[in-house]
């Protein structure tokens, strides 16, 4: 190469620097610039002037502990815009439990479902002296609940003071959550703070309750607790699982019925679920607590109710305005005996509605398993009959322990039915989510629930 040649392209390539240095200078200078256009918004770790993706932040907060996000909104605007699009819904759900250490307890969030039990990465022990600040952290955040669970652990003596700290939390200012769908309270010896809790979350609008507690021993506390559920003026659906005391006087009773039926004539509840000891439950007190609420659709009384508090004449007009009338038989044995009030029953029902049934069938653990299938056979069997005789469907749910192959033994009773005695011929049976049972004008949708899954 001649010597001007190399000169033209030794100046060539200094200019091409140059050029390149100055383009990079630019690049810098305009990311520095819009550094300081974006840096009061809180998008800028300043110590780098890196000017994070919008994308880069999201994924980064995904990675943060939800509890832990909720500082973060405080940094800035935009910060708190980027941490609230992270979480997967407006309403949240999740669980407050005390510990089975009495000095923590655990806050979980619920992202996959209600029923969702094993939280992982989004469960949080908290230690008690942090608890109640936590909490109000949590709280002035999230203010409508999909669900709010509130339990105690397996240290119960412990929950009181936990239950305080719930209160104080609820109560700092703006931590007052302004909507649940569903409050699901466990109280386990329904004392008077417990009952506090009941009144503090009552101020707020609640569609769904669900209430697990003790008969109260007084009856001041039993008045204060049901007059805190009828103060809950939204609730459209009330589920309450009396638990048993022992030794508790016969007083408490009378006074806790009381109260409970005057709670229940000022609710205008939609759906009303008992899950307990029906025996007091009788065609008196479904006329006195339901009679004029005609809002109500769904009725269930899943324990040892008698099928004739159903079929009075006063009642029936009740049973008529129902969508879903959901009894539960705890024996395995059938209710032959009570086969006339049940076709009544049915037949006061609309259409449309239904008449949803749980029955136990017989434990036997002893290959094959014979009585099993035999007693799902016949609990089929006697279902068809009923709804064929009334022309009412029939939600049958049976239920069986782990260990009884409850697959495996429905298919077999229902193959039994068309061979052994009483046979029934021209059966048809559809299989989609659930199995359905055709022959005539009956219809029966057998479920299949497994130990101690819910109606």
């Known amino acids: 190469m001649s010597p001007n040649k190399l000169r033209r392209s030794l100046k060539s390539s200094k200019s091409t620097d140059t050029r390149a240095k100055k383009t990079k200078t630019a690049v810098i200078n ?6 300081k256009e974006v840096d009061d918004c809180g998008c800028i770790l300043q110590s780098d002037k890196t000017h994070l993706d919008h994308l880069v932040v999201y994924n980064l907060l995904k990675q943060v502990h939800f509890l832990d996000r909720v500082p973060l909104e405080l940094i800035s605007h935009y910060l708190a815009n980027v941490t609230q699009s992270t979480y997967k819904t407006e309403k949240v759900s999740i669980l407050i439990e005390s510990a089975h250490r009495g000095d923590h307890c655990l806050i979980g969030l619920l992202e996959r479902g209600l029923k969702r039990r094993y939280f992982g990465k989004n469960e949080l022990y908290v230690l008690k002296k942090k608890f109640q600040s936590t909490l109000e952290q949590f709280f002035t955040r999230f203010k409508r609940f999909e669900l709010l669970q509130i339990r105690s652990g397996l240290l119960k003596a412990d929950w009181e003071p936990f239950s305080t700290l719930i209160i104080e939390a609820i109560s700092a200012s703006n931590a007052v959550p302004m909507e649940i769908k569903r409050c699901d309270l466990c109280l386990p010896s329904c004392t008077a703070e417990e009952i506090r809790l009941v009144e503090t979350l009552s101020a707020t609008t609640i569609e769904e309750l669900s209430l697990s507690c003790m008969t109260p021993e007084t009856c001041d506390l039993s008045k204060r607790l049901w007059a805190a559920v009828t103060s809950c003026h939204n609730l459209c659906s009330f589920e309450f699982r009396p638990q048993r005391r022992p030794k508790i006087p016969h007083s408490c009773n009378e006074f806790a019925n ?40 769904q009725l269930f009384i899943t324990h040892s109710c008698p099928t004739r508090a159903f079929a009075g004449d006063s009642v029936l007009p009740i049973i008529s305005r129902l969508q879903t009338l959901g009894l539960y038989f705890h024996s395995s044995k059938l209710p032959q005996n009570e086969a006339v ?18 029955q136990f069938v017989d434990f036997d653990f002893r290959p094959p398993i014979r009585k099993n299938i035999k007693g799902a056979a016949n609990s089929m069997r006697f279902w068809l009959r009923l709804s064929e005789q009334a022309s009412r469907p029939i939600h049958l749910s049976l239920k069986y322990s782990e260990e ?47 130990n101690s899954s819910s109606n």
Request: with cysteine; net charge positive.
């Open 404 to 450: 009884m192959e409850p697959v495996g033994t429905t298919e077999k009773a229902i193959k039994s039915l068309t061979r052994s005695q009483p046979i029934i011929d021209n059966l048809i049976v559809e299989r989609k989510r659930e199995i359905v049972l055709k022959h005539n004008r009956a219809v029966v949708v057998v479920k299949i629930l497994i």
């Open 341 to 358: 009030e049940l076709a009544k029953i049915l037949r006061a029902l609309p259409e449309s509605s239904r008449l949803a049934v749980s």
């Open 258 to 297: 009381v109260h409970f039926r005057t709670c229940l004539q000022s609710l205008p509840l939609e759906q009303f679920r008992f899950r307990g000891d029906a025996r007091f439950v009788d065609e008196s007190f479904l006329l006195e607590t339901f009679g004029a609420n005609t809002n109500l659709k």
């Open 30 to 35: 305009e990311k520095i610039q819009n550094v």
